[in-house]
């Protein structure tokens, strides 16, 4: 068959047939693939089509006009599912004006016979179309007749399967299931169910479903109840107890569903019920042990915890009354006796401290160790507690027999007391805590009240023993010198470093403030090496700096740590070697208290520094026990004599007792070829008779307070007399 190309365009090269049937096949696309039910895309689509547009090409130049490729061209379109009327319409429009355009030969037939063929392929694709949709829908028709004939046999199969399921598992299923009507009517019930009530089918089906009412229901549960009866609701479950026939109570998990019939009305009630009996005696159990000391039974602190927030929460306007009992001595005893021993002791402890709390709102609990807690509640808690404090006391009085033995046990109790919901439980027990301590400090076998100023002075001294680290690596403390005075000429002899620590938030405190908590952490040895250094560092630089009468010496303190410590005199050594500093002009100050019953091991470091020039002076003399016979094998060079007796010498004329004392010591101190120094001359009249006994050097408010390094050298220039 010759086609001859139409042409283009004036001047231009003829298409091609395969780029005139594109084109076609493009409008054909667009006009019926937005009415076509198909996964494909538009290009897949297009691909579709090609082949039978070449076949409607062919048909349409066939001289005896086979109009067989026009009838399968209709048929394949419902095999690419374009069944839509639509797509079948627009499909022949597209025939019937684009075929003899792009696929006509003048050559081979007028344009009036194309025209005519085209007629007789579109009325041949349109039966091809027609028979093929007839086939497919008579074909799913069948489809859907086999479906639900099968599917009819199926469900009777499905029904009685269903049915001899239900049986198997209601018989035998581990759970009890009954099942009742709406008005809670028992219909039917399996064997397991009747078992976990006692055997007694009879007593079961003969009641109704809200006589197995219980005292531990839940208002919420009877609710639930009503409402999926009345429909209102497709299910609920609940944990349930019931009374057995023998009155003994089974403890379920229960799960009851409304069965609705056809129509969606409803019909019957399903129950299902979990045996969990055993299982809540073990939790009971285990809730128990999680919440009460295994030795001695009491309440432990999770439970105690419990009360005491539920005390501190309520919101009648209730009051509370706590007491925070530490035995003292009790390591004493564990050490000597053996922790056998002590638990025994505990345990009678715990019982009776049982004894003394069994009023309503009372509990006792024990926190651990040797700590025990009363609590009391109600609106009488002033009184209630101080009597439940006395009580405590009074029953530890009696001492305990073990083995043999008689022990004694007392105990120092922190008493809290208030309203509720002003504190937290965690604010009140830390406050029983603080107040407990303050009780043992005062000779224990006591109780006290809590203070809220003496917690606050507690909680700021933990706060400062906490910052006290990190303090001296950001260079927060600093040293203030205070001058030695001569008292023969009024001369200054040299000056004291006294360290200061310039807190963020508190200011500039002073060492009574935080020297015991350093001495307490340890870190007293860190800090005190750091004042020997910057003091040693200040008196080399006065020497350096006014050599024509800087301070001669540079007194730091020691404190019974630092004693203790192995590197005590290499330190020393190491800061004198490194700053250039005489030994001579060191003088390490130590208190009284400090070398009290002192060994040859703790004098040993002190007579190496003597030995090496380092003057060592006796601090707070006669604050100790002032055993005099012992200063001769203490390496001592310097008594300080502390200002409790030299205060009655600030007024004129001076206490006669006083001036004895001192010239005593004086005397003494000189005999031993000791120098005498004075603390707290705050007075002319007083450095005056100082002198006249005999003093050496003096320091106080009446020659110059504490202050920065270069108020030393105005006051020597100024004589400090």
């Not at 060994?599 to 003057?615: C, F, H, I, S, Y």
Request: proline share 5%; glycine share 8%; with cysteine.
């Amino acid at each position: 068959m010759k086609v001859p190309s139409q042409p283009s365009g004036s001047g231009a090269e003829p298409d091609s047939l395969e780029d005139r049937l594109r084109r076609f096949v493009t409008i054909w696309s667009r006009a019926t693939f937005p009415v076509t039910a198909t996964s494909m895309t538009r290009a897949e689509f297009e691909q579709q089509l090609m082949p039978l547009a070449r076949a409607l090409c062919a048909a349409l130049h066939d001289r005896s006009l086979d109009t067989a490729p026009a009838h399968g061209a209709g048929a394949a379109l419902v095999g690419i599912h374009c069944t839509e009327p639509d797509a079948l319409s627009r499909t022949l429009g597209v025939i019937d004006a684009y075929l003899v355009l792009y696929c006509g030969d003048e050559e081979s037939a007028s344009t009036e016979e194309l025209r005519a063929r085209c007629s007789r392929l579109q009325h041949a694709m349109a039966a091809g179309f027609a028979q093929a949709l007839r086939e497919r829908t008579r074909a799913e028709q069948e489809a859907i007749a086999r479906s639900a004939l099968s599917a009819r046999n199926a469900a009777e199969v499905a029904l009685h399967t269903t049915e001899s399921r239900f049986r198997a598992v209601f018989d035998g299923a581990a759970v009890g299931i009954g099942i009742a009507d709406l008005e809670g009517n028992v219909l039917e019930v399996n064997e397991t169910l009747t078992r976990m009530f006692g055997g007694l089918d009879g007593q079961i089906r003969a009641r109704k479903v809200k006589e197995w009412a219980h005292p531990e229901d839940g208002p919420h549960v009877w609710k639930l109840y009503d409402e999926l009866v009345r429909g209102e609701r497709e299910h609920y479950r609940v944990e349930k107890p019931y009374y057995r026939g023998d009155g003994t109570v089974l403890w379920t998990n229960l799960t009851v569903s409304l069965l609705r019939d056809a129509e969606g009305f409803p019909q019957y009630q399903l129950a299902l019920l979990e045996d969990t009996t055993e299982r809540r005696l073990l939790n009971l159990r285990l809730r128990y042990e999680a919440t009460h000391d295994a030795l001695t039974g009491l309440p432990n602190r999770t439970l105690f915890f419990e009360r005491l927030e539920k005390a501190l929460s309520s919101a009648d306007g209730g009051r509370f009354g706590l007491c925070y009992l530490d035995l003292d001595g009790f390591k004493a005893i564990n050490d000597s006796l053996g922790h056998a021993t002590g638990d025994r002791l505990l345990v009678e402890v715990a019982d009776r401290l049982q004894s003394c709390a069994t009023a309503p709102g009372e509990m006792v609990a024990r926190l651990g160790g040797d700590e025990f807690v009363a609590l009391t509640t109600g609106p009488h808690t002033e009184r209630e507690v101080a009597e439940l404090a006395n009580r405590i006391l009074a029953t530890l009085a009696t001492p305990v027999r073990i083995d043999g033995r008689e022990l004694t046990v007392r105990g120092s109790v922190g008493v809290v007391e208030g309203p509720a919901g002003e504190r937290t439980p965690a604010e009140v027990l830390r406050s029983a805590d603080i107040t407990m301590y303050r009780a043992k400090s005062a000779g224990g076998n006591r109780f006290e009240f809590a203070d809220a100023e003496a917690d606050a002075r507690a909680i700021t001294r933990h706060g400062l023993t906490t910052a006290l680290p990190a303090a001296l690596e950001r260079g927060e403390f600093f040293i203030e010198y205070q001058p030695l005075v001569h008292l023969g000429d009024g001369s200054v002899h040299g000056a004291e470093a006294l360290v200061r620590w310039c807190h963020p938030q508190h200011g500039v405190l002073g060492p009574d403030r935080f020297i015991p908590l350093a001495e307490n952490t340890g870190l007293i040895v860190p800090l005190g090496r750091w004042v020997l250094q910057e003091a040693v560092r200040q008196a080399r630089f006065w020497q350096a700096r006014h050599a024509d009468g800087g301070p001669l010496r540079i007194n730091v303190n020691l404190s019974p740590t630092q004693l203790h410590h192995p590197r005590l005199v290499a330190d020393t050594v190491d800061v004198l070697e490194r700053s250039g500093l005489e030994p001579g002009a060191l003088c390490l100050e130590v208190t009284e208290s400090a070398l009290i019953g002192a060994d040859d091991d703790l004098l040993k470091p002190l007579r190496q520094l003597a030995e090496m020039g380092v003057d060592i002076a006796l601090d707070d003399f006669g604050t100790g026990y002032s055993n005099l016979a012992n200063l001769r094998r203490l390496p001592v060079s310097v008594l300080k004599l502390d200002r409790s007796f030299t205060q009655g010498m600030q007024q004129h004329p001076a206490d006669p007792v006083d001036l004895k004392i001192v010239e005593g010591i004086v005397s003494l101190a000189h005999s031993l070829e000791l120098a005498v120094t004075v603390e707290g001359v705050e007075t002319g009249a007083q450095a005056q008779q100082l002198r006249e006994l005999g003093c050496d050097t003096a320091q106080g408010w009446y020659y110059a307070r504490p202050g920065a390094p270069d108020r030393i050298h105005s006051l020597l220039l100024a004589d400090a007399v």
